[in-house]
């Protein structure tokens, strides 16, 4: 069983940013590709950011694209997700899912097989 541990959340204002961190107890390589969802409340989880190991193909969701950033450290153990201009709309619990699958440049689905943390919560307000 694959073990993902999330950091990083917090309680910040709007314009802030955070830096997320998923430490995988495998290799992120090990998967096909890893990424982070998130869930507010009243809502279903959604894809955030997905990265493909293959080839670094990385998807976003439109809302996030240009203020969030995904990556991974060089031991490829560790993803990250750099959250820029953070908008009350982001207030949700974050989780990172080791082997989903990227579709395109801003999708990332979820599989029978995929592996989640236990999540961190975000909250944006003033």
């Known amino acids: 069983q694959v073990q993902l541990v999330e950091s990083g959340g917090g309680l910040v204002q709007p314009g802030d940013s955070l830096r997320l961190s998923c430490a995988a107890s495998?290799?992120?390589?090990?998967?096909?590709?890893i990424g982070w969802f998130r869930r507010a409340p009243g809502k279903q989880r959604e894809p955030v950011s997905c990265?493909?190991?293959?080839?670094?193909?990385?998807s976003y969701r439109d809302s996030v694209r240009g203020r969030f950033h995904i990556s991974r450290d060089s031991t490829k153990s560790t993803v990250f997700l750099q959250m820029n201009n953070l908008k009350p709309e982001d207030t949700a619990v974050y989780y990172c899912?080791?082997?989903?699958?990227?579709?395109?440049?801003?999708?990332?689905?979820?599989?029978?097989?995929?592996?989640w943390g236990q999540g961190t919560q975000v909250t944006v307000s003033s």
């Open positions: 990265i493909q190991n293959s080839d670094g193909a990385t």
């Open positions: 899912a080791a082997e989903v699958r990227v579709v395109g440049d801003s999708g990332c689905v979820y599989l029978l097989t995929t592996n």
């Open positions: 495998v290799g992120t390589l090990d998967f096909n590709a």
